[in-house]
């Protein structure tokens, strides 16, 4: 197609787009040139929605007028504020209500319910998890094997890559599931790893996890908000995820951890926190310890309401979408963007991520061909352009079109500025 023919169908499929009146519905930065940037960073930090900055201000006027009444008062009493975002948590992770609660941070989470959830035997000590995991999950894998007395040298199993393009078949997930078994402890996966854009089986990997009879955790932060998750019928014991990706809550937005039903009722140790403790009873400020049914009982401390405000905010806006027509869109158009850049960027970029739309979410990985400094004079050259993506060291671009906001014109902008510098340093 022509320059103008792609452009004129950009706009046709952005007319067309039932979900193109969200794009509204958030704060898009505007560069030096006047124009709004094509972001492309939703995998990184979620744009803020509009409504993010009246939820806060509600709160911080309630704080100012009725002080600790606040508890109590109002439409959403600080009290259960925690409570407002678990139906469209459980909404947008295919859980149920009783599964899902938003509190701490990922990180903490993941300790948190590993503290439950990774009960090392002598027998079966050890953690799966992937090589190259983010940094952060494998500092807590490791610092828990190492809590429990067992040795990371034999107890960490990190799965290498075994595709070419640095992602991992489902075939060596099951077999290294299989040939460790017996002493798995627990298997913990990514829903969507972060450098390549590789989705997981969350399935699969449960059923193979449980038929080893480890215990199944998933890794959510790249998946919350940009596939459509089924946690509950797939069946993992927990998983965790952060919102300020694709879930646009914020910097440092409160985390979210789901625990299947089946351990609602848990007698597991955990580490407790009175915000925990069955709501009924918990002001009768007694010594004992009564977890709160599901999810809710992992809660440590009262809820921090200016953090969750932005939270509640942006999920009204997923509820809104649907997560099964916001997966849609995203399949569509990422599967476009990567369609345009084999077909007319081949020769500078590589793509890494898995193409069949099962195995990818929004992100596309893009490894530039001629290498890491002309990589990031690329990159430079796209911040410049107003189209802002982020860098992986040492040579990949992410570009991860966000279906609530991103446009098949925001896309176009993408290719048209690789073109431009193509044929400018061709030149
Ligand atoms: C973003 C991300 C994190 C970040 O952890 P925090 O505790 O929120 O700082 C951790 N793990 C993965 C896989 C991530 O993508």
């Given at each position: 197609m022509s320059i103008d023919a792609l452009e004129l169908w950009a706009l046709d499929q952005d007319a067309a787009d039932?979900?193109?009146?969200?794009?509204?519905a958030f704060e898009i930065p505007v560069g030096a040139d006047g124009r709004q940037w094509a972001y492309f960073c939703g995998n990184s930090l979620g744009l803020q929605p509009r409504a993010a900055r009246d939820a806060v201000l509600a709160e911080l006027d309630q704080w100012r007028t009725v002080a600790v009444e606040g508890h109590f008062r109002g439409k959403l009493p600080w009290m259960d504020y925690h409570a407002f975002v678990r139906d469209d948590l459980a909404l947008v992770t295919g859980?149920?209500?009783?599964?899902v609660v938003a509190m701490n941070s990922l990180t903490a989470n993941l300790h948190l319910l590993m503290a439950s959830f990774y009960r090392p035997t002598r027998q079966r000590p050890a953690i799966l998890i992937e090589a190259g995991a983010f940094p952060s999950d494998r500092h807590a894998v490791e610092s828990q094997v190492r809590f429990h007395g067992f040795d990371p040298a034999t107890d960490l199993i990190e799965l290498e890559a075994d595709e070419p393009a640095g992602t991992i078949s489902d075939a060596a997930i099951a077999e290294a599931i299989a040939r460790h078994g017996e002493r798995l402890a627990l298997v913990l996966m990514p829903?969507?790893?972060?450098?390549?854009?590789q989705v997981f089986d969350i399935a699969a990997i449960t059923a193979q996890a449980h038929a080893a009879g480890a215990i199944a955790g998933f890794d959510l932060a790249h998946a919350f908000g940009n596939l459509d998750l089924r946690l509950h019928d797939d069946g993992p014991d927990f998983a965790v995820w952060c919102h300020y990706k694709y879930g646009n809550a914020g910097p440092g937005a409160v985390g979210g951890a789901f625990v299947h039903e089946r351990h609602a009722d848990t007698d597991r140790p955990r580490l407790a926190?009175?915000?925990?403790?069955d709501p009924a009873t918990r002001?009768?400020?007694?010594p004992d310890f009564v977890p709160t049914r599901g999810a809710d009982g992992w809660q440590l401390s009262n809820p921090p309401v200016l953090a969750l405000a932005p939270l509640r905010a942006s999920l009204a806006l997923f509820r809104q979408a649907g997560m099964d027509r916001l997966r849609a869109k995203s399949l569509a158009l990422t599967g476009w963007l990567a369609q345009r850049i084999g077909e007319d960027l081949g020769d500078v970029l590589d793509i890494?991520?898995?193409?069949?739309p099962h195995r990818r979410g929004a992100q596309l990985s893009l490894r530039v061909r001629a290498g890491r400094d002309a990589g990031r004079a690329l990159f430079e050259h796209l911040m410049a352009q107003g189209v802002i993506g982020d860098w992986r060291e040492p040579d990949v671009i992410r570009i991860a079109p966000a279906p609530l906001y991103n446009r098949y014109t925001d896309a176009l902008r993408f290719l048209d500025a690789v073109a431009a510098w193509r044929d400018q340093t061709a030149r």
């Open positions: 039932p979900l193109a009146s969200l794009r509204e859980a149920r209500p009783v599964e829903g969507v790893q972060y450098r390549t854009g926190g009175w915000w925990g403790h002001f009768l400020m007694g890494v991520t898995p193409l069949v």
